[in-house]
């Protein structure tokens, strides 16, 4: 017998949709990674790292240079105070850091508040832990909660929130007056936060990242999740980083020596000398997402495509009714990878409950080329539904 927290699940969406483009050699603006080979001088530290590097196990919560190149990073970029030895781990990706911090932490029966949209491994991986998750709905187009929302999600068995800020899907960064106000109801019901703050450095234009761990009262009570693979376009390097007080790294290392025990020493060497060395990648990295962001949501635009806007993270997203598209988001993007050879991801794979909404979203970081060649095939697909629009999802 297999459990059903995972026997009952799909394959995640991000998977089916690259699944379908790399079968029927479609273009692939679902899953977000970057298409280029991402920074070079990082790459080659890795290659010298497995050449002449150590490779057997390294410490079990990361490699000291890595750990003190990360509290530096936060220190330069976001005036963090992290003591490396005592608050840093170094996980396999961001997705370990989130499954240690939700098996570290949570008791059965403990009530945990997500954000819908959610990134699909929160959900399962709380209900593994015994966490009963709690349900809050962001909708298009600003995807902002108030304060009677949060309201009603926090009671008295409330012990977590889980907030994933840049929000992959939304394109949003979070403004200050939110945090403060999601920090207030934290230290009110004496919540952990558990912040998924892998865009962090995906940040557009005027928007600003802010850490909700700096909030007054959250210093002791939120762990902080980074992912090198975001930072560095390098998306399947899976070196992530969890930052906590130390009362909280003692429990989340502890599982942690469980999941995967360590991650590759030459990936954490390369890292290490990536945030070392990288101030200036950290400048011109988003500048060149912005353009094609720009490039991609002129496009559409000219298509007659309804584009929502995008401050962060590697996405834009698309309104289909509004873009006069009738059809579901999930039968639209089957259609597109199908009919028009190119992969988006259906926004409504990220509600557990209500989806009602009907949002594409494409990744932008692609060339130029492929970027247009996108749209044109999006806009084949849009003109296929309406010829015969499909009701099913
Ligand atoms: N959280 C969010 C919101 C993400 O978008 C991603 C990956 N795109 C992850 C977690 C996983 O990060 P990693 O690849 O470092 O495990
Ligand atoms: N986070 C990536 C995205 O949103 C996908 C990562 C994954 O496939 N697990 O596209």
Same mark, same amino acid.
């Given at each position: 017998m297999a459990n059903p927290i995972f026997s009952s699940l799909p394959t995640t969406i991000f998977e089916e949709m690259s699944g379908l483009a790399r079968t029927l050699g479609a273009i692939n603006l679902?899953?977000?990674?970057?298409?280029d080979l991402g920074p070079e001088p990082i790459r080659r530290k890795a290659a010298d790292a497995v050449l002449n590097g150590y490779n057997q196990y390294p410490p079990m919560r990361g490699l000291p240079e890595l750990r003190q190149a990360v509290a530096g990073h936060y220190a330069r970029h976001q005036g963090l105070d992290l003591d490396w030895e005592g608050e840093v781990t170094i996980t396999s990706g961001a997705t370990e850091a989130l499954t240690a911090s939700f098996l570290a932490l949570i008791q059965p029966g403990d009530e945990v508040v997500l954000f819908?949209?959610?990134?699909?491994?929160?959900a399962p991986m709380i209900r593994l832990a015994g966490g009963v998750p709690r349900l809050v709905r962001l909708a298009p187009p600003d995807w902002r909660f108030t304060r009677a929302m949060l309201e009603a999600a926090?009671?008295? @068995? =409330? @012990?977590f929130v889980v907030l994933n800020n840049p929000i992959n899907p939304a394109g949003v960064v979070l403004p200050d007056e939110d945090l403060a106000l999601l920090a207030e109801l934290c230290v009110r019901h004496d919540v952990t936060a558990i912040c998924d703050?892998?865009?962090?450095?995906v940040v557009f234009g005027a928007a600003r990242h802010r850490p909700?761990?700096?909030?007054?009262?959250?210093r002791e009570r939120t762990v902080k999740i980074g992912s090198a693979g975001k930072m560095f376009g390098? =998306?399947?390097?899976?070196v992530g980083f969890l930052c906590a007080a130390p009362q909280l790294t003692h429990s989340l290392a502890r599982a942690h020596q469980f999941l995967t025990f360590t991650t590759p020493p030459n990936l954490q060497a390369a890292v290490a000398w990536g945030l070392e060395n990288s101030d200036d990648w950290f400048t011109t990295m988003p500048r060149q997402l912005e353009a094609s962001r720009d490039r991609l949501a002129e496009g559409l635009r000219r298509e007659g495509f309804a584009v929502l806007p995008n401050q962060g993270t590697y996405f834009l997203n698309v309104d289909l009714p509004a873009s006069g598209?009738?059809?579901?988001d999930r039968a639209f993007c089957l259609r597109a990878v199908h009919e028009a050879g190119v992969a988006a991801i259906p926004v409504?794979?990220?509600?557990?409950?209500?989806?009602v909404i009907s949002i594409v979203r494409l990744c932008f970081s692609k060339a130029d080329a492929v970027l247009d060649e996108g749209v044109r095939r999006l806009a084949k697909a849009r003109d296929l539904s309406r010829r015969a629009p499909s009701p099913t999802a």
């Open positions: 679902g899953q977000g990674f970057p298409d819908q949209p959610l990134y699909d491994s929160y926090f009671g008295a @068995r =409330t @012990r703050e892998v865009w962090e450095q909700l761990i700096a909030y007054p009262g959250m390098l =998306t399947g390097w899976k598209v009738a059809e579901a409504s794979a990220f509600y557990e409950e209500d989806p």
